[in-house]
């Protein structure tokens, strides 16, 4: 069994700096005493500047198929569209079937992005008052238009926008009530740099109001029970404390390097890995949609990822990514998210091009 730790540059988990394991070792508190609510309410004034919304930020101990669950749940009282171009977008369709609701999969190559006049051909039907979409899948390296996507959207009152956007935020601002994202979920253990184990939500008030309806939602993901404690700052079930000192702390230290500047950093890092990729093999998505914060790269040397990445670990400390579902062996991924820095980029191509002879 191997102790020594390896440098992550997985798509999630993500590297935590000491700090941020540190604050999660503060003694437990009750979670109905006041200095819980305390501590809910501050998360959550810092979470609504962080994603740029005045509506309920929820929180899950749960992974992010948890919220993605919750999401469709809470928000098809009729029938869901869901946009399919990768591994975790099929997966989300595959939880919206798997909880007996209507729903339809729009399905394009997982190399391609899902376009807006997509979106708006499937919603003139009038067959749908949901849809579901990857921001950034995680599978592909490829992130999906939002922006447009989400004007698309906007133009069909009865609609609700659910978005994933779990190895997008903390990468890339998220302006959620600008946009108009009803729903806007992630998981805290990519960009977010904490360990995983716990899920973020964002609820617009027609979420809310959707989630009083449709027959689907179970007790745990139930966005009214959710609500009902939130109005107290609490949570309907015992959540995880360790984790929300660790999100908290995170917040002060995302808001002290500045957003901006953690998304150029975030920019920078993308650029950096993705110039190497296109200088010694190539890009897997189609161009002008490559991720900010995951790089999946073509095998067009057909090297042996498997022994690339063993040696990595083995005699550098550092571990990269296998491709993902169908295109395993095609492609391999390396994510450049959380508290990684260029330099740290840098230094991890400059190993794969000695053992590659590059």
């Known amino acids: 069994m191997r102790t020594r730790h390896s440098k992550l540059f997985v798509p999630g988990p993500t590297e935590v700096r000491p700090e941020i394991l540190q604050a999660m070792a503060t003694p437990q508190i009750y979670h109905r005493a006041p200095e819980f609510s305390e501590l809910y309410a501050d998360i959550q004034g810092k979470l609504k500047r962080f994603l740029n919304t005045e509506g309920a930020v929820f929180l899950f101990t749960a992974s992010s198929t948890g919220a993605m669950e919750a999401a469709v749940q809470n928000c098809v009282k009729k029938k869901c569209l869901n946009l399919v171009n990768g591994a975790f977008s099929l997966r989300w369709h595959e939880i919206t079937a798997g909880c007996g609701i209507p729903c339809e999969a729009l399905t ?7 376009k807006p006049e997509m979106v708006a051909d499937k919603l003139r039907s009038g067959q749908f008052d949901a849809v579901t979409l990857v921001y950034n899948e995680t599978s592909t390296g490829l992130m ?33 009530d600008k946009l108009g994202l009803d729903v806007c979920l992630a998981g805290v253990q990519k960009c977010m740099g904490l360990p995983a184990g716990l899920a973020i939500s964002t609820a617009s008030e027609r979420a809310l109001a959707r989630a ?29 404390i360790p984790h929300l000192y660790a999100l908290n702390a995170q917040l002060d230290a995302m808001f002290e390097e500045g957003l901006d500047h953690r998304f150029a950093r975030h ?26 914060t995951v790089s999946c790269i073509e ?32 492609t391999f991924r390396i994510a450049h998210m959380g508290d990684l820095t260029v330099p740290d980029v840098r230094g991890l191509l400059a190993t794969i091009d000695g053992i590659l002879g590059l």
């Open 267 to 292: 920019d920078a890092m993308a650029r950096t890995v993705q110039e190497w990729a296109l200088k010694h093999f190539a890009m897997y998505p189609e161009k002008g949609y490559w991720s900010k």
């Open 108 to 114: 394009v190559p997982w190399n391609v992005a899902i």
């Open 299 to 330: 095998n067009t040397r057909n090297i042996s990822v498997d022994k690339l990445s063993d040696e990595l670990v083995r005699e550098h400390g550092v571990l990269i990514s296998e491709g993902y579902g169908e295109i395993k062996g095609k």
């Open 212 to 240: 009083k309806e449709p027959p689907f939602r179970s007790y745990y993901w139930s966005y009214t029970e959710m609500m009902k404690y939130h109005k107290k700052n609490q949570t309907p079930a015992t959540p995880s």
């Open 144 to 176: 999906n238009p939002l922006q447009e996507i989400a004007e698309v959207v906007r133009k069909f009152p009865d609609v609700v926008l659910l978005v994933d956007s779990v190895s997008a935020m903390g990468g890339v601002k998220i302006e959620v």
